[in-house]
């Protein structure tokens, strides 16, 4: 097995959502695991899919419209207005697949927290589950950290948050980092909302770090990889499924 480094891309909520589901559904080489960082292209918020829309609409702030799409796994809302959003693939099998889920999600984010403490940041994992006044109570994914999230060391912010689906294909992991939260790691941190400001921090180094990382996790070598050849119908089709109001207001 390895670990599979695809190119980056950019697209609408319902595409990107549509493509990380793909990958762990229809990956040409299903034995190897995946991973990319992505970009959007208009401001976005996606939600968990569980999640009411009721309660999705209300949370969002003033100032759309927004690309908006329900996710393929779980979670709250995210705000991708000036994130950094990636998503990993472990196929059906390998150890990390098979262990609970909480292992999985401490296993990534460690990963994730020591390749931005390999680059300055002050940030460490949340290490004690607090109890919940509600189901809603974690509804908004940065407004509230969960157990093996990543905070600032200083402020307590949440920085990094992810949800996780798992199938008989194996797992997909959806994460993003906030990148408003890393104020205070350094003058190399852009606190810069919705990418408005210059941004020293060198994200494409970061990007090679965390995924040497995970490769050693997994135990297996990276590798860049092609964006692989998926079937266009079935990817605009699920774009279109992801897009219709059918997917978005189920619940």
């Known amino acids: 097995m390895k670990l599979h480094l695809l190119p980056v891309r950019s697209g609408g909520a ?35 899919y569980s999640q009411k829309i009721g309660f999705v609409r209300e949370t969002l702030p003033e100032g759309g419209p ?16 000036d994130d950094w959003t990636y998503s990993l693939v472990i196929p059906r099998g390998h150890p990390l697949e098979e262990v609970p889920a909480p292992r999985s999600y401490r296993v990534i984010h460690a990963c994730l927290a020591d390749a ?16 919940r006044a509600s189901a809603e109570a974690a509804g908004v994914c940065f407004e509230r950290a969960e157990v093996h999230d990543v905070l600032h060391a200083k402020t307590g912010e949440k920085v990094a948050g992810g949800a996780q689906k798992r199938n008989k294909r194996g797992l997909l992991f959806q994460g993003s980092i906030w990148k408003p939260a890393l104020k ?25 770090d ?9 135990e297996v070598p990276a590798e860049t990889v092609p964006w692989p050849e998926l079937n266009e119908d079935e990817v605009s ?6 897009s219709s109001p059918e997917w978005m207001e189920f619940r």
């Open 14 to 48: 319902a595409e990107n959502m549509a493509l990380d589901f793909l990958l762990l559904q229809r990956y040409p080489d299903a034995a190897e695991a995946r991973f990319r960082h992505y970009g959007w292209h208009r401001p976005a918020f996606t939600f968990g």
């Open 66 to 81: 927004f690309d908006l799409c329900r996710r393929p796994t779980g979670g709250g809302v995210v705000d991708h207005r």
């Open 116 to 131: 931005l403490l390999a680059r300055g940041a002050e940030v460490e994992l949340k290490a004690v589950a607090e109890p």
């Open 184 to 208: 205070g790691s350094g003058p190399e941190f852009c606190t810069s909302v919705h990418n408005s400001g210059p941004d020293p921090f060198d994200w494409y180094a970061f990007h090679d």
């Open 210 to 218: 965390f995924a040497a990382r995970l490769a050693a996790a997994l």
């Open 237 to 242: 089709g699920l774009v279109e499924k992801y």
